[in-house]
């Protein structure tokens, strides 16, 4: 079985890789012999979609499929085959991240029939969505972005299938606050939230991963 873990973070050692790392784990630690994959969407260059519809032309070549050809294009053969998937972005300006935003428009959009009737064949295999975010829970909720999260979830759903999600508030941003203008935050805190919190969002990014696992074993 395939399952890939698709980084939307430009960090490759932060928290989010680090979330979905575990969350890898968690897969293995249901199917030992699946193949685990780490893709991180800024290790290449590709672009969002371009609107030519080539994806919708009636008996084209293209049908159901991105027609770019660019870096992205081998990732996506890959990945529309997929079992399972962990997604997962820091969140910038309240929603993940632009390249996240970029993948997962020519990951969905080939799927979306232009139809009353007809749909595009294709897997749909179960998900997950991990969010990092500097803002603390409190703040997250008086923000709203679990609304909006809800909503762009939505369309996750429709195409393939509704994923499970993990929040994880008040990230430490920096290895050393001291060389940074951040007294905005307050270090010490920011600190215990690492020390305290973050060892729990590994372990729950652990069981989302098994969870993916046990979903795609019922899927099949
Ligand atoms: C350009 C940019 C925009 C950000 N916008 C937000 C935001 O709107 N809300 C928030 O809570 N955190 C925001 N952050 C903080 C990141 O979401 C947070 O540090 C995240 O955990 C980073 O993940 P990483 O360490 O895996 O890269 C922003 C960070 C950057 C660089």
């Known amino acids: ?9 430009p960090r490759k050692n932060c928290s989010t890789a680090k979330l979905l790392d575990n969350a890898l784990e968690g897969v ?10 780490r893709i991180d969407l800024y290790d290449f260059p590709f672009n969002g979609c371009k609107s030519c519809f080539a994806c919708k032309i009636k008996n084209g070549r293209h049908y159901g499929k991105c027609v770019q050809n ?23 300006f309240s ?15 080939p799927f979306v029939a232009y139809s009353k009737t007809e749909t595009v064949e294709h897997k749909r295999m179960p998900l997950a969505y991990i969010y990092t ?31 499970d999600h993990l929040y994880v ?13 951040s007294d905005a935050f ?15 969002d590994l372990e729950n990014a652990f069981e ?6 046990i979903r795609a074993e019922q899927h099949d």
């Open 70 to 92: 660019d870096d992205l294009k081998p990732i996506l053969e890959k990945v529309v085959q997929a079992d399972g998937i962990i997604l997962g972005s820091p969140i910038y």
């Open 133 to 163: 975010m500097n803002a603390p829970k409190e703040i997250s909720y008086q923000i709203g972005y679990h609304d909006l999260h809800d909503h762009f979830e939505m369309g996750l759903s429709m195409v393939f299938t509704k994923p």
């Open 169 to 181: 508030y008040d990230t430490y941003q920096f290895k050393d606050y001291s060389k940074y203008v």
């Open 208 to 213: 989302i991963g098994k969870k993916v696992a």
């Open 95 to 109: 929603d993940v991240t632009g390249n996240m935003r970029c993948f997962l428009e020519r990951f969905m959009f």
């Open 186 to 200: 307050d270090e010490a805190e920011k600190r215990k939230v690492r020390q305290t919190q973050f060892p729990k």
């Open 28 to 37: 293995k630690s249901v199917f030992p012999d699946a193949s685990a994959e």
């Open 1 to 9: 079985m395939k399952f890939f873990a698709i980084n939307g973070s």
